[in-house]
């Protein structure tokens, strides 16, 4: 009875070991893309120094990206319609149009079924398949600025931020935006309106902006509020930031207990029988 427990404890623990091994893989990095507003250019950004690669031309203002993790679909407000874009040359595809109207800040939500957007004060849904536009609530105020952005969490929490330097979370039923506090340590905070023009989330849920001031990339302590520069000026007016996270590497954890379990079972009636 000893010998047999003492084997089961092993199996135990070897599976184990597998199913931490399988649910904690190699993730390769998710690169970094930014748009300008005023020049169009597409950047992909060094997230380890902040320098920037120009990839091209999308041919007209870019205020906003978002990365479909399911789909490798990057889409871009630009001007008044949606686009997708090709970040390897910034070629564009127009989704469809939003009439006369303009929003700022993209971002899906965790599950990459919904595009959010944000108009004057208001903060919207948009169809990734027509750019249908549906009004979701007025977001207490804090985005009536005009230069702001939104970044999504692996939780699915959507965060806000632009000029005025505080961070929110938005609450995604009702368009409610509420303020974390202001954020400190931004390069150049101190000047009015200083605060950041575009926010993303990384593949560890750290979150990367661009400061209003040199346009530099700097990273943002969501817990602690406190951002740290990483690097200089990119030279570009970014309004739009987002990684291309492959939602594809995650590992379904579902998958691996049927596979561990399966593993216990045929080593106990191995064992049975050699008794």
């Not at 649910?23 to 748009?35: E, I, T």
């Not at 479909?68 to 686009?83: I, R």
């Not at 974390?180 to 989330?201: D, M, Q």
Request: charged fraction near 10%; aromatic fraction near 8%; avoid cysteine.
């Amino acid at each position: 009875m000893k010998t047999s427990t003492s084997f089961l404890v092993g199996i135990y623990l070897a599976t184990s070991a597998l199913m931490a091994t399988a649910m904690a893989p190699d993730v390769k990095a998710a690169p970094l893309f930014g748009s300008e507003f005023g020049g169009s250019a597409i950047y992909e950004i060094n997230t380890s120094d902040g320098s920037a690669v120009n990839n091209g031309s999308a041919g007209h203002i870019t205020n906003g990206l978002a990365y479909n993790g399911q789909t490798g679909t990057m889409y871009s407000n630009g001007g008044s319609g949606l686009y997708t874009i090709d970040t390897s040359n910034a070629a564009t595809t127009l989704v469809g149009g939003y009439g006369s109207t303009q929003y700022s800040g993209l971002t899906f939500s965790g599950d990459y079924s919904t595009l959010y957007a944000i108009r004057g004060g208001d903060f919207y849904s948009i169809n990734q398949n027509t750019a249908a536009t549906t009004l979701i609530g007025n977001m207490g105020g804090p985005a009536t600025a005009g230069v702001v952005d939104l970044a999504t969490d692996s939780s699915g929490t959507v965060y806000m931020m632009g000029l005025d330097e505080n961070l929110y979370t938005v609450d995604v039923g009702t368009g409610l935006a509420s303020s974390l506090g202001a954020v400190s340590g931004i390069f150049g905070i101190g000047n009015s309106g200083n605060g950041v023009t575009s926010i993303s989330f990384d593949e560890n849920d750290v979150l990367h902006a661009i400061s209003t001031t040199g346009d530099r990339l700097i990273t943002i302590d969501v817990d602690t509020l406190v951002a740290t520069t990483i690097g200089g000026d990119i030279g570009g007016d970014i309004r739009g930031l987002a990684f291309a996270i492959d939602a594809t590497q995650v590992p379904e954890p579902g998958m691996l207990v049927p596979f561990a379990l399966g593993i216990i079972g045929l080593g106990y009636a191995r064992r049975k029988r050699a008794a």
